[in-house]
């Protein structure tokens, strides 16, 4: 079956940095794009960013433009958050999830994800 597994949360004080990972199994990783979301208590899941299906495209909230990148490493079946300059507001239980790169654009980069992750914590200091 499908598994997203992220990993790389954890305690971090503001200003620093912290790194997602978020291995895939159970699927062809490469026609997928891939999503990180995130649901601080008390509100709704949000968007974070997303790739294309190469990489070749990224797209961010604008809460994170700026300080977080996404990647994707096609032949680990990775993909991956880069969190620089983090803030108090970025905490929140972060998530990856896969969208099926044949579904068709309506929602794309915010909707339509087929599969996601359990989590991974992220507590930002200040």
């Known amino acids: 079956q499908v598994q997203l597994v992220e990993s790389g949360g954890g305690l971090v004080q503001a200003g620093g940095s912290l790194r997602l990972s978020c291995a895939a199994s159970?699927?062809?990783?490469?026609?997928?794009?891939m999503g990180w979301f995130r649901q601080a208590p008390g509100n709704e899941r949000e968007f974070v960013a997303a790739?294309?299906?190469?990489?070749?495209?990224?797209y961010y909230a604008d809460s994170v433009k700026g300080r977080f990148t996404i990647s994707r490493d096609n032949a680990k079946k990775s993909v991956y958050l880069q969190m620089n300059r983090v803030k108090p507001e970025d905490t929140a239980v972060y998530y990856c999830?896969?969208?099926?790169?044949?579904?068709?654009?309506?929602?794309?980069?915010?909707?339509?994800?087929?599969?996601w992750g359990q989590g991974t914590q992220v507590t930002v200091s200040s």
């Open positions: 159970g699927l062809t990783f490469s026609s997928y794009a």
């Open positions: 790739i294309s299906l190469t990489g070749g495209s990224t």
């Open positions: 999830a896969a969208r099926l790169g044949l579904k068709a654009p309506r929602g794309w980069p915010q909707e339509g994800y087929d599969y």
